[in-house]
């Protein structure tokens, strides 16, 4: 059964990350980021979620919010309109060791 954890509404980028990072804790593993056309909602593997209102794909500040939570998504068609209710993306993606430097 889904339980929502917390409810915030934001239009502005900083404001909304501050919240994922405080309360994406009192949510277990993460599993799984949904991002609708006006708002985000992040998905622990209980399928207990929070939900962020304002702030959807259409909007630029959604890049670092699934970013923020290691989303795997594509930068460059996340923005663009799509026929299902919402997009859904694992979380949890890992960096190769190293992948930030140039050999």
């Not at 509404?9 to 599993?31: C, G, I, N, P």
């Not at 890049?63 to 998504?73: E, G, I, S």
């Not at 068609?77 to 140039?102: L, M, Q």
């Amino acid at each position: 059964m889904s339980t929502l954890i917390a409810v915030a509404e934001f239009t502005d980028l900083d404001s909304a990350q501050q919240f994922v990072k405080r309360t994406r804790w009192e949510l277990r593993e993460l599993w799984r980021v949904r991002v609708f056309p006006d708002r985000y909602q992040l998905i622990d593997v209980n399928k207990d979620y929070f939900e962020l209102r304002g702030i959807g794909y259409r909007d630029p500040g959604i890049v670092p919010l699934l970013r923020l939570v290691n989303a795997a998504f594509d930068p460059a068609t996340i923005h663009e309109p799509t026929v299902s209710e919402y997009k859904e993306f694992p979380t949890g993606r890992r960096w190769a060791w190293a992948h930030d430097r140039v050999m």
